[in-house]
């Protein structure tokens, strides 16, 4: 039997192309033929990808195509999945909502409409909806989908085993770090997080820093409004470091004290997960999938008390033993999606499929 | 485990524990919950300024096409560069010497124009608001008057 899958594109580095990749190692491993197809050949993966217009040597009514998707599709996209025969399975990545983009990015905000528009299109082409987390399958649900599952994204250390950039040590090292991982993007809050620094700065720990990395591509007048703000609060030491490399973003784990997030709209949150691996701390909003993903350990906040956040920020900084207890309770949970334990899950949701999956 | 805006699930943690150190704290440091409202608020209104009113989908919004992030003229990621491989901490030290001269001199006068482009969209809605009402008011005259003649 053949399991394919189908992505726009796949691009190192990304929370989905990596699941794209991690999805095929763990299915030819289940004993599965299996392909990655995008409709742009992405340049660093000549050879692993496979055009669309290929597909047709693969089709059969007896495959399964598993249909990632997260921004939306073309509509020469739409029209192929129409005609092809195999057997599909959307797993949904989620979409941030449009609503965010508003008066930043009218592309985004479009695609992001466009997307949704396209789930219900979707959900009538395909038989089944895995997401990466309970809170993606219910939207699944809201749009009509019954037979659902939970695929969480695979987390492979092996990616994180580079030697971190020594610039970047030798820069950070030292004192007392706040990080965070994601694209400059309005539905992460990051003023809600430079909020926070504020008060860390003024009540708990002058020295804070703030270090933010993550592309700001597309997002230019929120990342405007961010330095305003930061202008405006007599802000020092609030650090835009954008793109990174992975030798980069491992050395940025090494020097963070405490791992904040603030965000309002998460389908599944890998950086969590990235931290739970390196042994920082997380104080989280709880928001979206994030409570899911970090299952029972780590610290969530439920309101956006930032004075009250500071403090409890500088307590996880000065007590040794309630640090170690939260990330040794981050450890264990990290180890759920190790590619071991997501392959038990897949090889459950294929068999839920029917129809000649072997458990 | 929830007490107050602080959830932490791992049984072994005392979050009570937690929440008091934490109100101890802020009550040692002196820090009143109003006090905390003025960078929220300075935050917020600096997103009114800079990016606008999120849910203004109104047809008014739309009358006037200008958004309050086309009246940011400030190229804040600009930086002069070159790459003359040649001369190099030389070379760099000039670079930053120029950039930091040209963001000290050019960059305060072109916020103080984004700040006035600000305030010149938001007279402008003001206007087109009025201009609205006055034309409903207008419309409304006319009605009574003609039904009075009528």
């Not at chain 1, 020469?76 to 599909?88: G, I």
């Not at chain 1, 989620?94 to 979707?122: C, K, M, S, W």
């Not at chain 1, 963070?256 to 950086?271: D, K, N, Q, R, W």
């Not at chain 2, 003359?84 to 001199?105: F, W």
Request: proline fraction near 4%.
């Amino acid at each position: 039997m053949q399991i394919h899958q189908f992505h726009p594109t796949v691009a190192y580095g990304n929370a989905i192309g990596d699941q794209v990749l991690s999805l095929q190692r763990l299915l030819r491993h289940l004993g599965y033929s299996s392909e990655i197809f995008c409709e742009q050949l992405p340049l660093h993966f000549q050879g692993r990808t496979r055009r669309i217009a290929q597909y047709s040597h693969y089709s059969s009514p007896a495959n399964i195509l598993l249909l990632h998707f997260s921004l939306g599709y073309s509509p020469a996209v739409l029209s192929w999945l129409e005609q092809v025969p195999d057997r599909k399975v959307v797993v949904y990545h989620n979409i941030t909502p449009h609503v965010y983009f508003n008066g930043i990015n009218d592309v985004y905000r479009q695609a992001a409409e466009v997307g949704r528009e396209q789930l219900d299109r979707l959900s009538a082409l395909t038989e089944a909806g895995w997401g990466d987390s309970t809170f993606n399958c219910q939207e699944l649900v809201e749009r009509g989908w019954t037979r659902l599952g939970v695929l969480p994204i695979i987390f492979d250390p092996q990616r994180y085993r580079v030697r971190p950039e020594r610039q970047v040590l030798q820069r950070w090292q030292g004192g007392v770090n706040i990080l965070f991982v994601g694209r400059v993007s309005p539905n992460k809050r990051f003023e809600d997080l430079i909020l926070t620094v504020y008060y860390v700065k003024r009540l708990v720990r002058p020295e804070a820093r703030l270090l933010l990395v993550g592309s700001w591509r597309g997002m230019e007048p929120y990342l405007d409004f961010l330095q305003a703000l930061i202008e405006r609060l007599g802000l020092s030491d609030v650090f835009f470091a954008g793109h990174v490399s992975t030798a980069q973003l491992v050395a940025y784990y090494r020097c963070a004290s405490v791992y904040l997030s603030m965000s309002e709209h998460e389908g599944f949150g890998v950086p969590l997960v990235e931290s739970m691996y390196f042994g920082v701390p997380i104080v989280a909003y709880k928001a979206a999938a994030v409570p899911e993903t970090l299952g029972d350990s780590s610290i969530l906040v439920t309101a956006k008390d930032y004075a009250g956040t500071a403090e409890l920020i500088g307590l996880l900084i000065e007590d040794a033993s309630l640090r170690d207890q939260i990330v040794a309770r981050q450890r264990e949970r990290f180890q759920d999606f190790l590619p071991d334990r997501v392959e038990g899950r897949l090889r459950e949701l294929l068999y839920s499929l029917g129809n000649g999956v072997e458990k | 485990m929830d007490s107050d805006w602080l959830e932490i699930s791992d049984k072994d943690v005392n979050v009570e524990e937690i929440m008091q150190q934490i109100r101890e704290r802020i009550a040692r440091r002196g820090v009143s919950p109003g006090k905390t409202e003025v960078p929220t608020t300075m935050a917020e209104n600096l997103w009114k300024e800079m990016v606008g009113d999120a849910t203004d989908e109104s047809a008014l919004g739309k009358l006037i096409s200008i958004q309050p992030r086309d009246c940011d003229i400030v190229p804040r990621h600009y930086v002069i560069d070159w790459r003359v491989p040649i001369l190099g901490p030389i070379h760099a030290v000039v670079r930053r010497i120029i950039n930091d001269e040209i963001r000290r001199y050019l960059f305060a006068s072109l916020e103080k124009q984004a700040l006035f482009n600000r305030k010149v969209l938001r007279a402008l809605k003001g206007l087109a608001e009025e201009n609205a009402r006055l034309r409903q008011e207008i419309e409304a005259l006319r009605g009574a008057q003609e039904s009075e003649i009528g």
